[in-house]
């Protein structure tokens, strides 16, 4: 089964607005990522947080991370269009490979 | 930058046909992944090596081999390909700190059609 379940499936929002993705997972982890697709394309690493981080930022990007309810969230504030793709969390299981979750489709509209 | 290369962007293949996926990094990383990517399914792990000449099986393994003679190459190799195998195909290479969970760097994918 996935480790790592993204929601919500689909999210359309305005151009300036802020969009905020979550991921639930199964199992503990040493870390989760965060990774964007534009379609068609190859999947482009975001964002790396750690079992004992509890947020990071990285440019309009913020994530956070709550082992105890073993879930995680991607904020992507003043939101462009250019913004739109799919994203995806990533999860290193027990088997320390890398697991994706199905993905949020984020379209941004000018 | 780190880059992957992946030998064609589209590829169409009969029934039977014996495929070959080409995946070359030129960032010296010892591990690389193959996955197929599926509406609805999202990534799924074919194949993954961490050394020249090593391989392991992923969660999806069945119908596929894969080579790595060379630490920049890594090949997905479809025996007899079968409609069921029309998919993307995504190679994806890493370093190996903190086992092979750490940052993967992509490839823009191979669009597979099988008639």
């Known amino acids: 089964s996935q480790q790592g379940e993204e929601d919500p499936q689909a999210l359309s929002i305005q151009e300036g607005e802020n969009a905020t993705m979550n991921c639930s997972y199964k199992t503990s982890i040493n870390n989760l990522q965060w990774y964007r697709q534009n379609s068609g394309r190859g999947l482009v690493h975001l964002i790396l947080?750690?079992?004992?981080?509890r947020e990071k930022h990285s440019g309009r990007l913020r994530v956070t991370l709550d082992t105890s309810k073993k879930s995680s969230s991607l904020l992507i504030t003043a939101s462009r269009a250019a913004d739109t793709a799919s994203y995806f969390c990533a999860t290193d299981a027990s088997t320390d490979k890398l697991i994706f979750g199905t993905g949020t489709r984020l379209q941004v509209f000018p | 930058d780190v880059k992957v290369t992946q030998s064609s962007r589209y590829l169409v293949k009969r029934t039977g046909e014996k495929v070959f996926l080409e995946c070359v990094q030129d960032?010296?990383?010892?591990?690389m992944f193959w996955y197929r990517q599926d509406p609805g399914l999202g990534l799924r792990l074919i194949y993954f090596s961490y050394d020249v000449k090593m391989k392991e099986k992923g969660d999806i393994p069945e119908g596929y081999s894969v080579s790595r003679e060379k630490k920049e190459r890594f090949s997905l190799i479809l025996e007899s390909a079968s409609t069921n195998q029309t998919s993307m195909y995504l190679c994806?290479?890493?370093?190996?700190?903190?086992?092979?969970?750490?940052?993967?760097?992509f490839g823009p994918g191979t669009r597979l059609l099988v008639l």
């Open positions: 994806a290479s890493s370093l190996p700190r903190g086992g092979l969970g750490e940052t993967q760097y």
């Open positions: 947080i750690r079992s004992n981080e």
């Open positions: 960032m010296d990383h010892e591990n």
